[in-house]
């Protein structure tokens, strides 16, 4: 059993920064993909960003790639999420989630653990 638990939301200017966390439980953690996704009012949930169990290999979406980093320390169990360059249109709650594969995937289904979210509010 893995649990998940996010941090670092809230609101930025257009153009701005913010730097999620993903903290996991669990003493295997390396061995799980990690990744991140996002839901905005009133659509579904979108795949943002992915990496592999033992890091280095990652894998974004079209719309924020150049813009988000993806990267993970597994002495502390924990997975990041470096936002640059906010839009308004970045705007959701972000999920943490994770599956016991070493390899990532965009399909928000083979996730087996999800955190609880953390907002995201990007406006001036």
């Known amino acids: 059993q893995v649990q998940l638990v996010e941090s670092g939301g809230g609101l930025v200017q257009p153009g701005g920064s913010l730097k999620l966390s993903c903290a996991a439980s669990?003493?295997?953690?390396?061995?799980?993909?990690g990744a991140w996704f996002r839901q905005a009012p009133g659509k579904e949930r979108e795949f943002v960003a992915a990496i592999r169990g033992s890091g280095g290999i990652t894998y974004y979406a079209d719309g924020v790639k150049d813009r988000f980093t993806i990267s993970r320390d597994n002495a502390k169990n924990t997975v990041y999420l470096q936002m640059n360059s906010l839009k308004p249109e970045d705007t959701a709650v972000y999920y943490c989630?994770?599956?016991?594969?070493?390899?990532?995937?965009?399909?928000?289904?083979?996730?087996?653990?999800w955190g609880q979210g953390t907002q995201v509010t990007v406006s001036s």
């Open positions: 669990g003493r295997t953690f390396s061995t799980y993909a």
């Open positions: 989630a994770a599956r016991p594969l070493y390899y990532y995937s965009d399909y928000a289904g083979s996730y087996t653990y």
